[in-house]
């Protein structure tokens, strides 16, 4: 990494440094370090940057399928044989563990190649007309997919690689032209990514990025009238306030969660214990699938508690440079205050430390409070950070029902050695995914991965996603008008 150097944007094939601005200093959350500099766009220049997708798409739309795909496939081999380097930066940048920051590069690698698979064997279908009551075998229609257009693609710091490719690869595939607006946070590891992209041969204008500020840039570019797509990944707060702007524009949206564990009385309690750990404290809780509560019924809630405690206290804390790390500083001292109130206001209305409750810097300790009520913030508010809430029910029924309550509706969770009944609750959770028997989680890739209320709007997952940024297209041939 040179940390001199001003990233510059990849716009129409060159990376071009903005002339107007001061640089932005992307500094490190692990020791405020300098990781590098990002321009801060202009309107002219992000003006340039979205006219140079526009230009290209039609010919992009018009390349070979198994050409596209040629370049996914040398674009992911790009992105491996990169991964210490990239890999490296994550850790700098949004102190990532290393084990964790190598995993995200490798399964976007993955990504890609699974991407071009999908994006070869795509169909399309014909359809007759007598199908339909009255209709008539004389009219056919030719059902083909097209792209939206220019999308624009905006990712959260957490994962600045795997969420920015898990746009852009479906998005190239399916024959659109994409602007990467990265994290602020995480930009400099996202431009090392499109750089990897950009040397398996795109065509100029194909992929671009623009960087700056969201609350400078982002409004400006979100009602570009030359955006046709908005594939947004973030906060609920930012998600709405982009919703607010783009009434006409076709919008994807993964946002904020709350994913609840629910422990039944039946579940294997330290099966449930090692994923809730698992789920609730890597890369200190900054994931949206993070388990954000616990729902134990109170029969064996003691007990799922001790394991938990003494699951935790194994954790090692501290730099992500160091092996085997999981809880690492939080990205911000923003977001450590804001971790910090919830679990203080918490305990003043009576939860429990069970163990945790420190902070060193920007560094929390993982935390498990227990006894939390519902009139408590940190019942329903999404920390993103290493602190579990453990809730006590005294039914499975009060366990769905809090769980409903949430405004969020991304994953849950269903602890339980009986299947029948873990589908029955399943039925009744108003969330994108259940999981029964493992923590809430992305992948695979390849499948449907959304979230329902503030959790977003519209399905990711490498064929859902393809279909989300195409739409169809008809041609209906009309037979008997043709005769004679
Ligand atoms: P964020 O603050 O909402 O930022 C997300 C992206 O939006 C960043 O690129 C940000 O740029 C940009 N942005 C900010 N203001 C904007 C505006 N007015 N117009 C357009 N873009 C704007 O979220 P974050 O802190 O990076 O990520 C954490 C949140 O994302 C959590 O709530 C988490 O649950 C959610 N998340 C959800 C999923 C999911 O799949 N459901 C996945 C990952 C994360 P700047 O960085 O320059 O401000
Ligand atoms: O932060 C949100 C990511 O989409 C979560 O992915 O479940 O693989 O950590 P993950």
């Not at 399309?124 to 075998?137: K, L, M, V, Y």
Request: aromatic share 6%.
């Amino acid at each position: 990494m040179n940390q001199e150097k001003v990233f510059g944007n990849l716009i129409d094939g060159e990376w071009r440094v903005s002339q107007e601005n001061q640089p932005i200093e992307v500094l490190s959350p692990v020791d405020g370090s300098l990781v590098g500099k990002l321009s801060s766009m202009s309107h002219q220049e992000l003006d340039q940057a979205i006219a140079a997708a526009k230009h290209a798409q039609k010919s992009w739309a018009a390349y070979p399928v198994y050409r596209k795909a040629q370049l996914m496939y040398k674009a992911a081999d790009l992105l491996e044989q990169r991964v210490e380097e990239i890999s490296d930066c994550l850790v700098m940048e949004i102190a990532k563990d290393k084990k964790s920051a190598v995993s995200e590069v490798i399964r976007s690698a993955d990504l890609l190649r699974y991407t071009a698979d999908v994006g070869k064997s795509l169909q399309g279908e014909a359809i007759f007309g007598d199908s339909f009551p009255g209709g008539s075998r004389d009219k056919m229609s030719c059902v083909t997919r097209v792209p939206v257009g220019t999308v624009l693609a905006i990712s959260p710091f957490n994962y600045p690689v795997n969420l920015a490719i898990s746009k852009i690869g479906p998005a190239l595939m399916g024959g659109n032209t994409v602007i990467l607006k990265p994290a602020t946070q995480g930009a400099v590891s996202a431009l090392m990514m499109v750089q990897a992209l950009q040397e398996a041969g795109l065509p100029a204008g194909v992929l671009n990025t623009v960087t700056g500020l969201g609350s400078v840039i982002g409004d400006y570019v979100v009602s570009h009238k030359d955006v046709n797509f908005i594939n947004f990944t973030g906060s609920t707060e930012v998600g709405q306030h982009i919703s607010s702007l783009t009434s006409m524009t076709p919008v994807i949206m993964e946002l904020g969660g709350k994913d609840a564990a629910i422990v039944l009385e039946d579940a294997d309690l330290d099966f449930a214990a090692d994923n809730i750990v698992d789920g609730a404290y890597s890369y200190s809780g900054q994931r949206c699938t993070a388990v954000k509560r616990i729902l134990v019924l109170d029969s064996v809630a003691d007990q799922l508690v001790e394991k938990l405690k003494a699951r935790i206290e194994r954790l090692k804390v501290g730099d992500p440079r160091e092996k085997g790390v999981t809880v690492t500083p939080l990205v911000s001292k923003k977001s450590a205050d804001f971790v910090e109130h919830l679990m203080r206001t918490a305990v003043e209305k009576g939860a429990h430390i069970v163990t945790g409750g420190k902070r060193e810097e920007n560094l929390l300790y993982p935390t498990l409070l227990d006894h939390v009520t519902t009139d408590m913030d940190i019942a329903w508010v999404e920390p993103f950070g290493p602190v579990l809430p453990v809730i006590r029910v005294a039914s499975v029924e009060e366990a769905i029902e809090i769980a409903n309550r949430s405004e969020y509706g991304l994953q849950s969770s269903v602890f339980t050695n009986n299947l029948n009944k873990a589908f029955a609750i399943a039925a009744q959770l108003e969330v994108g995914t259940v999981q029964i028997n493992n923590k809430p989680e992305r992948g695979p890739d390849n499948f449907p991965f959304l979230g329902v209320k503030s959790s977003g709007m519209g399905t990711q997952g490498v064929r859902y996603s393809i279909e989300s940024m195409t739409r169809p297209k008809a041609v209906t041939i009309n037979l008997a008008s043709n005769e004679g």
